[in-house]
């Protein structure tokens, strides 16, 4: 979601300090080199995670079934997986079980990508629903969270949030962040020890992590053009204009091979359009994703057509952040030709379905913006569940236009894995294919919500059926980060939510 107007509420103190624990962000051993196409800086040389727990790298892993791209969702049979050095060296369909290989029984599938998430959200999953009020009261909820955290409890929720992801099948994360300052807005002494934060705790959790650090500049946009300066818990979001924001990512180095950074605009109530072109601009000079929340609300599109006369996508297509580098969060309340410059720019779409219904947002035109490539986030985490955003999404649009059969397995499965993983600059991950990452999700069929499942159409059962409580073996970059449903990493990981939540409380 998008948060947006000043809410008034007060502003906390000052809280300037370093990070403690950041320096802890270790890379995901033997995760190789960098995908191209992102923001480059300095990095730590990963290192192991004390007690990290994991074992050695396997060489070659038996999939019962596979799925290794078929559009239908068809599922291979017996298929080969050879890994060296955090890759996938060959796939090979139809073969005998080695002796060699460890064997996964039911389905494997690539490394799951969650395009859109707030970690710090997850304070409020169960605590907001019901009750009434709106997207904004909603959001006056959200701000009392972010006015509380400090770089040590952001650490700690995000790495116990991201340990729930990489339960669910999650490999790689855009982490949207905002909370860059002090609330108050003051500086840290290292102005990026919040980022810092979750890059470490991603290393943590053994989850690779695109921070998508976003320019926040306003505290909202009236239907008369005037941008409303940040105020109360926002103050920490902002970094004055474009060129400071600018300014302080450049000099983010975020430790580790696992993380990368990109570029965001929060929206166009957030960003004016005169400093949209330098956020574009920035991320164009790096190669790197640019994210942006778009017209999640019918709220947005009135302020922004009586303060400029055109829509939020037509805004963002005139200041060139509209490009195949670009992910459209949200794109709830499009017309006609806003669908038009969407599909002719290559920009993804990255639906919260999850979120959307939560915060009675309204149905994107999905049918209408293919072949666009979709991308699928958890947002708020209301739900912590892939497969659950990945089947709504086909399920809402048969709410909304009366048909069945808009987006099939492959097309979900390819939300969920490639699209993903290319939209947060990772192009080589996200499949069953040689040189791809290694990155395997295995699903097996022997579970209540599984079994009598057809495995020669187990994709379909997973994708409709399945949810990630049946996740069992987890490996990203060629090392077990789930093994048997348990974290490796965090093997207690519902004790250290509950712990960090009920303190941010
Ligand atoms: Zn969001």
Known sequence: MSGGEAPGTAAGGPGPGDVPGAASGAGLRGAGERASGALDGRRAPAARPSGAGRGPAPRRVWCEWAWTGAEDGAPDHGVLVEISG??????????????????????????????????????????????????????????????????????????????????????????FHYLHHAPGGSRYADPNAMGAALVAAAADAGVRITLLDVCYLSGGL???????PLDGPQRRFGDGDAAGWAERVARFAPAGDHALVGAAAHSVRAVPAAQLPDVAAFAADRDAP???????????????????????????????????????????????????AVRLSGATVCLCPTTERDLADGLPRTGDLLPAPLSLGTDQHAQLDLFEEARAVELHER????????????????????????????????????????????????????????PARAADAVVFAGSAADVRHVMA?????????????????????????????
Not at 313 to 330: E, M, Q
Not at 402 to 422: F, I, K, P, Q, S
Not at 477 to 487: A, I, L, N, P, S
Request: charged share 20%.
């Open 86 to 175: 955090g890759r996938i060296t060959t796939v090979a369909a139809g073969t005998r079980a080695p002796a060699d290989a460890e064997t996964l029984t039911g389905l494997t599938l690539p490394g799951l990508a969650n395009a859109h998430s707030h970690a710090f959200h997850r304070a409020l999953r169960g605590r907001t629903h019901t009750g009434g009020g709106s997207f904004w009261t909603w959001r006056e909820a959200m701000y009392r969270v972010a006015d509380r955290l400090d770089p040590d409890t952001y650490l700690r929720l995000a790495r116990a949030a991201y340990a729930e992801m990489a339960l669910a099948g999650v490999t790689c994360v855009g982490e």
């Open 399 to 454: 709410l909304r236009t009366h048909r069945r059969g808009t987006l099939g397995t492959g097309a979900l499965l390819r939300a969920a894995t490639a699209h993903g993983h290319a939209s947060l600059g990772w192009a080589d991950a996200g499949a069953l294919r040689a040189g791809a990452r290694a990155d395997l999700v295995n699903v097996p069929l022997d579970g209540v919500r599984l079994a009598g499942a057809d």
């Open 222 to 228: 009236d239907d008369r053009g005037a941008h409303r």
């Open 477 to 505: 970059d060629g090392r077990w980060t789930v093994r048997d449903g348990v974290h490796a990493l965090v093997p207690d990981t519902a004790r250290e939510l509950d712990t960090v939540i009920k303190e941010i409380h």
């Open 290 to 340: 640019l994210h942006v929340h778009v017209s999640e609300q019918p709220a947005e599109n009135t302020a922004c057509l009586g303060a400029y006369g055109r829509t939020p996508t037509r805004v963002l297509s005139d200041a060139g952040a509209l490009t195949p580098r670009t992910s459209l969060v949200h794109a709830t309340h499009l017309t006609d030709d806003d669908v038009g």
